[in-house]
């Protein structure tokens, strides 16, 4: 979850999220070297008294300043296409679950078994308890096995919406008539955080996103009770 | 109905495989086709041939609730578009 001081990504709770953490890292570390090395260039050519007799047609620095960024972005490029397609992949998924874009609200089916479906609302300022977070805790979370392969269909069902979770590396538009599917797994359990990341209307920044992530037995327990109700 | 819950277990946990004629994020066509798929196989085979079974499960999987509601009453109404 973001709290205050959450100046870099979130701590990452998936396989995917962790490789974007990586690749987020490496990428940094070529920017601030680029970053010093040209700032040092610009602070000492401001800074000194030296006249250049041959300013011009310099061929061998102009090959090397040419040469040199191409093989830098090749070296940003080759991990960011591998992430690209791993994120694409499409593992064999032990459930399916449903999520739904409305104004404002969020509401999830799980019809893998029985029909199982319910709304989420953000829980108002006047109803919150004491250990709630304000604009972030809902009702009704969802939710999910831990370590195991989840097909997450995003649907709206009024205007667009989209559905994130930072720390799992998920955001994905909820777009009306149209199915999009995102698979991810979690690495442990706890609750995971987000919220509604296209502006959808008045209450847009009103409608959250909680994850609740715990083992597949208790999982099992869950289901087993919705389906009584 | 307390009885047939608890005995769910791990093992029943299971959903609509990939399908490699729809490997991309826009699944509509999965659900869309499922759907047809189902109620087609019904018609050729009459009601109870188990086999339509496997569609009807991958469109419950797939299909938001709200969308088979809608085509169950646009055949019912005669307005649904696709070829039954």
Not at chain 1, 14 to 24: I, K, N, V, Y
Not at chain 1, 196 to 218: D, K, Q, R, T
Not at chain 2, 58 to 75: G, L, T, Y
Request: aromatic letters at 14%; hydrophobic letters at 45%; a negative charge.
């Amino acid at each position: 979850m973001l709290t205050w001081k959450t100046l870099l990504l979130q701590d990452s709770a998936s396989p995917l999220m962790e490789q974007l953490s990586f690749f987020h890292d490496h990428t940094l570390m070529i920017l601030v070297i680029i970053t010093v090395l040209v700032g040092q260039l610009m602070i000492m050519l401001f800074f000194n008294q030296f006249i250049h007799r041959y300013l011009l047609e310099g061929q061998i620095i102009e090959i090397i300043w040419t040469i040199l960024p191409a093989i830098t972005l090749i070296f940003i490029a080759i991990p960011s296409l591998r992430l690209i397609y791993i994120l694409d992949e499409i593992n064999n998924p032990m459930i399916t679950i449903k999520t739904i874009g409305h104004q404002w609200y969020w509401s999830y089916e799980y019809t893998d078994f029985k029909n199982i479906e319910f709304d989420s609302y953000m829980i108002p300022m006047n109803e919150m308890k004491n250990f709630n977070f304000r604009l972030l805790d809902v009702d009704n979370r969802i939710v999910i096995p831990y370590e195991s392969q989840i097909r997450m269909l995003i649907t709206a069902a009024d205007v667009i919406h989209s559905w994130t979770i930072p720390s799992l590396g998920v955001k994905i538009d909820a777009t009306p008539g149209r199915l999009n599917q995102i698979s991810f797994s979690i690495n442990r359990t706890g609750l995971f955080y987000g919220q509604c990341s296209e502006i959808c209307g008045a209450n847009h920044s009103f409608m959250p996103i909680v994850i609740e992530s715990i083992s597949p037995n208790y999982f099992i327990k869950w289901i087993s009770k919705m389906i009584e109700i | 109905m307390p009885l047939a819950a608890a005995a769910l277990k791990l093992e029943d946990l299971k959903t609509a495989p990939f399908d490699p004629r729809f490997p991309n994020t826009n699944q509509t066509r999965y659900c869309y086709q499922s759907y047809v798929d189902y109620h087609r196989c019904q018609k050729i085979r009459g009601q109870n041939y188990a086999p339509c079974d496997y569609f009807k499960k991958v469109f419950h999987s797939i299909c938001p609730n709200a969308w088979v509601e809608r085509w169950d009453q646009q055949r019912e109404d005669g307005t649904f578009p696709g070829n039954i």
